[in-house]
């Protein structure tokens, strides 16, 4: 079996414009984009372990948790549908979180916007379908173990 051909673009999720860019990237490298995954994770300060206090976090952390975890996966989307659109043929994977329905302390942005990705995803069904295009929304339903998630709620190795 041989190998693929990949292409590594950085981009910033809270940038629309980097986001375009990379779009453009793999449209110059392939001319189309068929897939699409949107599985950003900005926690914003703390961690699940160690949150700050919901009333101590400012709005603007609050808004940057917003602006990566669904404002990102939108303006991704946003870029790639005309593609999929020109070839009646997409599938676009959103993949939230079981917080998006049980918070925990300290979730409160991440919640929110993984609970807005539920939303924009079936809107987008019954609008792209027709022309093709599928959305679907994957909900991770916990953490997987790992001596970095230990660490980060019980604070010890």
Same mark, same amino acid.
């Not at 101590?56 to 602006?67: G, I």
């Not at 049980?102 to 919640?111: E, K, L, R, T, V």
């Not at 995803?121 to 019954?126: A, G, I, Q, V």
């Given at each position: 079996m041989e190998g693929g051909d990949a292409l590594v673009v950085f981009f910033e999720?809270?940038?629309?414009?980097?986001?375009?860019?990379?779009?453009?990237?793999?449209?110059?490298r392939w001319g189309r984009i068929e897939f699409l995954v949107n599985n950003a994770v900005e926690w914003g300060a703390g961690s699940p372990g160690n949150p700050p206090l919901f009333e101590?976090?400012?709005?603007?952390?609050?808004?940057?948790?917003?602006?990566a975890n669904i404002e990102g996966a939108y303006a991704a989307i946003q870029a790639v549908v005309p593609s999929m659109r020109e070839r009646h043929w997409g599938r676009i994977v959103n993949v939230s979180s079981g917080l &998006?329905?049980? *918070? !925990?302390?300290? +979730?409160?942005?991440?919640?929110a916007a993984k609970s &807005?990705?539920? *939303? !924009?995803?079936? +809107?987008?069904?019954?609008?792209?379908?027709?022309?093709?295009?599928?959305?679907?929304?994957?909900?991770?339903?916990g953490h997987t173990p790992s001596s970095c998630f230990v660490i980060a709620v019980t604070d010890e190795p």
């Open positions: 999720l809270a940038s629309d414009e980097s986001i375009h860019a990379a779009t453009r990237a793999a449209l110059e101590a976090r400012p709005s603007d952390e609050w808004r940057k948790v917003l602006r &998006a329905v049980n *918070g !925990i302390p300290g +979730s409160a942005a991440y919640s &807005a990705l539920h *939303g !924009i995803t079936r +809107s987008l069904f019954e609008e792209l379908a027709p022309a093709g295009i599928l959305t679907n929304v994957v909900r991770a339903s």
